[in-house]
């Protein structure tokens, strides 16, 4: 057909967001062939794949295998590795006609396109025919899935690139805070600034009055300081290879950009709602979670009864229901002085500050039975000495020196464990005197907690997580403590954390080189977006 274009990575320029759009139409092929399968069985044509996808497999294999062979073909087209066997319609003269395809329409009339189109059905009106049978079998489309899907990830994109432009260390979040004010107030939401003392201010925008039942989203606007290593700016936000460079693109302006836009799109819905949807933009979570400590404080969690945190640490594969905790330990090593000409006269707290750290390094780590990490690990306490310090200005045997360490604990086990720390210490026989103190106050401890797997916001999140992506997720407990154990501790409501992320080596969590897959970013939206639309009509 003439409206027809073969898909060769050398004869056709497709941008990641086309790309993107037509493997997550190959994914929803493989899932709903069935559906097509009873309209045309004509249909089962045997269509040989690539020596990638095992040549020989038939397109007829679909019904049994289809989930896996379209994520083939999804990962060949976002890698830029296009088959050359697929053909794909000139959907921009089908839109000139009033037709409009979503993904999983475009991947039928795909094939109806390239099985039929050699003869008179290959027409316009043969599709819009195609077009009302799919329409009548689908039935009834989602509301929440309608409204989801008018995201656009062009847009999405870009609104990731702008957050990552602007440097945002923690404690400067000035300038990030009011360009997101700024952007909420174009689209009519009315933001507040809202003072975090030390900090920049946090954004807060509502739908709704503030007497209801609230659904909260959650992000932070900080960043960690610039680490060395960097190839790419950290703030240019180049897109390469499907990936984003930039600092905070994983950690967390594009999970902040995809609630932004899912509260934006919930917002100019119209749809009546049972609860308010309240988007939380804070500072100086890098930082002991000031922001949302200082929003708590000032009532902003008030009638809140569930909570979605933007970040996607462990990707979409996983959605994280819980979070380890972290104890902070001060260990004070007092010895005794003397003249270093005579350094057998004195205590060396040094010396015995190192012995402890070797020995507190050796302590056994608890796990918690049946729980999986964000790493896809079992879930275990881990142990780091954070610093050491202690000298001496003048020739003589150092006398005080102090530890700083601290303990990730786990759901279900002791948080505080300064009698193992002093147990180990004693074993040890120093002659310096040595006391352990756990660090109280300003949030700390951060207390490890798990959201029941079976409450409505575990159960709804997984529930468009798998709709979206394929696949069921993961309930997992995030190895580190974050903005979720202080909305646990101090509001006492459930909390999840689902976004865009990454896994294995491409998680570079406040490492150089951070970068994020652009492919997801149009998927966490709509999970965001449909997941707080179905919440905020449960009882």
């Known amino acids: 057909m003439e409206h027809l274009v073969c898909l060769k990575v050398h004869e056709l320029d497709l941008g990641p967001h086309d790309r993107h759009d037509l493997g997550r139409a190959l994914v929803d092929y493989g899932h709903l062939y069935f559906v097509l399968h009873r309209v045309y069985d004509a249909l089962l044509v045997p269509v040989e794949y690539p020596d990638s996808l095992d040549p020989g497999l038939g397109l007829s294999m679909l019904p ?5 062979y379209a994520r083939d073909l999804a990962r060949l087209i976002v890698d830029d590795h296009v088959p050359a066997f697929l053909k794909l319609p000139d959907f921009d003269l089908f839109r000139t006609h009033g037709i409009h395809f979503d993904s999983i329409d475009k991947v039928w009339a795909l094939k109806y396109l390239t099985e039929w189109g050699k003869g008179a059905e290959g027409s316009l009106d043969g599709l819009c ?48 805070a009011k360009f997101i004010a700024s952007r909420l107030d174009k689209w009519k939401l009315t933001p507040e600034l809202v003072p975090v003392e030390g900090y920049g201010p946090s954004v807060v925008a509502r739908i709704g009055p503030e007497n209801r039942p609230a659904i909260v989203l959650n992000g932070h606007m900080d960043t960690v300081e610039v ?57 100086g979570e890098e930082d002991n979670s000031a922001g949302t400590r200082a929003l708590i404080s000032a009532g902003r969690f008030r009638n809140a009864k569930a909570v979605i945190v933007g ?54 780590m608890r796990s918690a039975h049946g729980v999986m990490a964000d790493n896809s690990s079992p879930l275990r306490e881990s142990q780091l000495v954070l610093g050491v310090s202690g000298n001496s200005t003048s020739y003589s045997v150092p006398e005080k020196c102090h530890i700083r360490m601290m303990r990730a604990t786990v759901p279900g086990k002791p948080y505080d464990i300064c009698r193992e720390i002093e147990a180990t210490i004693k074993k040890l026989k120093l002659n310096s005197k040595v006391e352990v103190r756990l660090k109280v106050g300003s949030g700390d401890p951060y207390l490890p907690h798990m959201t029941p797997a079976k409450s409505e916001l575990v159960k709804v999140t997984r529930k468009w997580n798998a709709h979206y992506t394929g696949k069921e997720p993961s309930l997992v407990c995030g190895l580190s403590e974050a903005d979720d154990n202080t909305i646990a501790k101090e509001v006492g409501i ?26 997801q970013l149009g998927t966490a939206a709509r999970i965001h977006c449909s997941a707080v639309l179905e919440l905020a009509r449960a009882k």
């Open 64 to 68: 049994r295998f289809g989930s896996r």
């Open 227 to 283: 680490k060395e290593g960097w190839k790419h700016d950290p703030f240019g936000a180049k897109v390469e290879k499907g990936m984003l460079y930039g600092l905070g693109s994983l950690d967390m302006k594009c999970g902040l950009a995809s609630l932004m836009l899912a509260f934006r799109t919930i917002a100019h819905s119209n749809r009546r709602l049972d609860c308010s949807i309240v988007f939380q933009a804070v500072s």
């Open 129 to 176: 025919h195609l077009h009302e049978e799919i329409m009548a079998v689908k039935g009834p489309s989602n509301e929440y899935v309608d409204i989801a899907e008018s995201i656009d990830e062009r847009e999405l994109l870009e609104l990731c690139r702008e957050l990552i432009r602007i440097p945002s260390v923690y404690r400067e979040e000035k300038r990030i």
């Open 494 to 519: 459930p909390v999840v954390c689902v976004g865009p992320g990454e896994k294995g080596a491409l998680a570079r969590y406040h490492q150089p080189e951070e970068a994020i897959s652009i492919s």
């Open 311 to 364: 970040e996607g640490i462990g990707s979409l594969d996983v959605v994280t229901i819980g979070r380890r905790g972290g104890s902070y330990y001060d260990i004070w090593v007092s010895g005794k002085s003397a003249h270093g000409s005579t350094p057998r006269l004195g205590v060396n707290a040094i010396s015995d500050a190192a012995k402890i750290v070797t020995a507190v390094d050796k302590m056994g």
